[in-house]
């Protein structure tokens, strides 16, 4: 999608803070960070919603949470931390490209709100 604010980032026309990238996936620092360590995990290719996942996807929802792990190890979370994907609006997706969020680096709460 020409228009997707993430696309534009996976393609290197929007420059985010790279934490990860392979092949297949880019992790940025989140510009609304929400915990100390706040990270987004997208696939370059563009998916909108997690409605929209194929079981031809399932090996790159597979690797985004690989990718979170790794995260996580290389951000110092060694106390723990949370991972969240929302599906539309009332699920709080703002950007419609699947992403996979990473917080950590505080106590998180539950219910998250």
């Known amino acids: 999608m020409n228009d ?8 290197g026309e929007i420059k ?15 510009i609304n960070p929400q915990a100390p360590v706040h990270c987004l995990i997208i696939p370059k290719r563009h998916i909108a919603t997690l409605d929209d ?11 985004m949470v690989r990718a979170a792990q790794q995260i996580a190890a290389t951000q110092g979370l060694t106390r723990g931390y949370r991972t969240v994907m929302n599906c539309k609006s009332d699920g ?22």
């Open 92 to 113: 709080g997706q703002a950007v419609y490209h699947i992403h996979l969020h990473v917080l950590g680096g505080r106590q998180m709460s539950w219910p998250p709100g």
């Open 53 to 63: 996942l194929t079981p031809a996807d399932e090996a790159i929802v597979g690797r």
């Open 16 to 30: 985010p803070d790279i934490v990860f990238e392979d092949e297949a996936l880019l992790a940025f620092r989140d």
């Open 4 to 11: 997707c604010l993430f696309c534009k980032m996976a393609r």
